[in-house]
């Protein structure tokens, strides 16, 4: 089993920036592609961003393309989601997630609110 636990969420302006962590524990993070999805209230949860074990390949959705950075130290067991230029709609509760064999969605954290008043 693998142990997710994200913090950095919080409440920021508009055009304001957050960065999120998702520390990871237990079974070993070696080989373990990591993700970020966010659900908003009353929206499908979305998919925002990818990152394999040897950082040679990234995904993101068109909605957080060029505003959102992921980045993973694996000397930490951690994953990051940098966010700029948040706006109201990127308001949602935010879940880091890790998975083996190409998938992302074996293991989720809890969530952490992020909030963007206008």
């Known amino acids: 089993q693998v142990q997710l636990v994200e913090s950095g969420g919080g409440l920021v302006q508009a055009g304001g920036s957050l960065r999120l962590s998702c520390a990871a524990s237990?079974?070993?993070?070696?080989?373990?592609?990591m993700g970020w999805f966010r659900q908003a209230p009353g929206k499908e949860r979305e998919c925002l961003a990818r990152?394999?074990?040897?950082?040679?390949?990234?995904y993101y959705a068109d909605s957080v393309k060029g505003r959102f950075t992921i980045s993973r130290d694996n000397a930490k067991d951690t994953v990051y989601l940098q966010m700029n230029r948040l706006t109201p709609e990127d308001t949602a509760v935010y879940y880091c997630?890790?998975?083996?064999?190409?998938?992302?969605?074996?293991?989720w954290g809890q969530g952490t609110q992020v909030t963007v008043s206008s």
């Open positions: 237990g079974r070993t993070f070696s080989g373990l592609a």
């Open positions: 997630t890790a998975g083996r064999d190409g998938s992302i969605l074996d293991y």
């Open positions: 990152i394999n074990w040897s950082l040679r390949s990234t």
